[in-house]
Each structure stands twice: as C-alpha cells, then as structure tokens.
C-alpha cells in the first residue's frame, strides 16, 4: 500500500513559467514532509520541507503548501529555470522521534522546456 | 555542508558475490540509512540505524544486511547478490532535532549483478 503517492510520472512546463508537482499521502500520523530534486546519476538533494503545524513554507522560487484536510501537499516552482528539470521526490516522516526512515513517492519527472 | 560519501559510484559483480557497499558521513549524524532506487518504484527504505551497533529493518531487507561499528560508517551487505539486486543505492543521514529530521544523502552507487 502506497502511502505516498506522486500521480504525475512526468511534467512538462516552458520556461518561466510555473511548475506545480503534487503529492498526495495516506497515512494521518505523517508530520514532515520533504521534497527532494534528483539529477541522473546523483543521490536525491533536499530542497524544502514543511512542518504539519504550518500550512505554507517559501524559500526563494520555491514553495511548498500543505493541505492536512486533504492529504495533500504541492511544490511550486516560480519561475522555472531549465536546470530545475530533474525528478522530484515527495517525502514523509511520523513522529517518534528522528531515527525513522523517509517513505518517499515514486517521483515526477520535471522537464522544463525552453 | 553535510558531506555522504559513498565508496563506490560504479559497482559490477557475479551473481552469488559477497557485495560491501560501504558509507560515511563527517557530520557527527546519529541516524544513517540504505535506500534502493528503481525505475517506477521510488526510494525504498532498507535498513537504517541509529546509534552504533544498532540497526533496523526498512521495508525491503530480505537478501541485505548491515554493519555500524563506528558512528560516522554504516556498511551496506549483500550476501549472496542476485541480479534483481541490481540497483542504484543510496546512503543517508541525519541528526536528531525533535521529531522531525532531514536526510542527506550521498551520490549514490550504481550495482550491476551479472
């Protein structure tokens, strides 16, 4: 049973525009979530997280939503470069403490288009 | 900056071959973790540990097992490798801060099993 879910195996969007990936999570005791982006050949990079207490967290282009009621959480890219086309993992953890593993999505695969 | 380095970025070995992938973190990191990564399947959660000596099952150990002897080195080990253990693999740490904790991961290393 998947717990983390990305719908979307791929993305396409022009340059300068915005990239909208989404996620979508099953399991109500989730409490951080992560996105990470990841380059052919290279381990994943940790680009943004957000805590379940908030709802918003920004960090330069990039902004990650939280919708808890839903189950739901989207990053957004603004405006979109062509060195952001990589693959983008969604990620979660529970509370217990730090030691847990990540149960991350299966990916998009952004593409940024010229 | 949090420096994973991963002993091998290229792997390729015979089925039935004593695998060791080996991993090591300078930044004092309590938590270390092996995720696999396959086309369509994500990041998959191995085995992690977090303290010396210690270690924990992910969600696909069968055929794996590990070794933290030290803090900053968690070994990865196939026993027997068998070819649908070809794979990219990915080490990563993190430090407890609370409940919540952000991995960092290393370069990763390709495995071929012929």
């Known amino acids: 049973d998947q717990q983390v879910k990305q719908n979307s195996p791929s993305l396409s969007v022009q340059e300068g525009r915005i990239s909208i990936l989404n996620c979508d999570y099953t399991?109500?005791?989730?409490?951080?979530f992560l996105w990470y982006k990841k380059y052919p050949a290279e381990g994943p990079t940790f680009l943004i997280s957000?805590?379940?207490?908030?709802d918003k967290n920004e960090d330069g282009r990039f902004t990650v939503f939280l919708n808890k009621s839903a189950k739901h959480l989207s990053l957004h890219i603004v405006p979109s470069q062509p060195g952001d086309s990589a693959v983008y993992f969604c990620?979660?953890?529970?509370?217990?403490?730090?030691?847990?593993?990540?149960?991350f999505g299966k990916g998009t695969h952004l593409i940024i288009q010229p | 900056d949090v420096k994973v380095t991963q002993s091998s970025r290229y792997l390729v070995k015979r089925t039935g071959e004593k695998v060791f992938l080996e991993c090591v973190q300078d930044?004092?990191?309590?938590?270390m973790f092996w995720y696999r990564q396959d086309p369509g399947l994500g990041l998959r959660l191995i085995y992690f540990?977090?303290?010396?000596?210690?270690?924990e099952k992910g969600d696909i150990p069968e055929g794996y097992s590990v070794s933290r002897e030290k803090k900053e080195r968690f070994s990865l080990i196939l026993e027997s490798a068998s070819t649908n253990q070809t794979s990219m693999y990915l080490c990563?740490?993190?430090?407890?801060?609370?409940?919540?904790?952000?991995?960092?991961f290393g370069p990763g290393t390709r495995l071929l099993v012929l």
């Open positions: 930044m004092d990191h309590e938590n």
């Open positions: 957000i805590s379940s207490i908030k």
């Open positions: 399991n109500s005791m989730f409490d951080y």
């Open positions: 540990s977090y303290d010396v000596k210690m270690k």
């Open positions: 990620a979660a953890s529970g509370s217990g403490g730090g030691a847990d593993g990540l149960t």
């Open positions: 990563a740490s993190s430090t407890n801060s609370g409940s919540q904790e952000t991995q960092y």
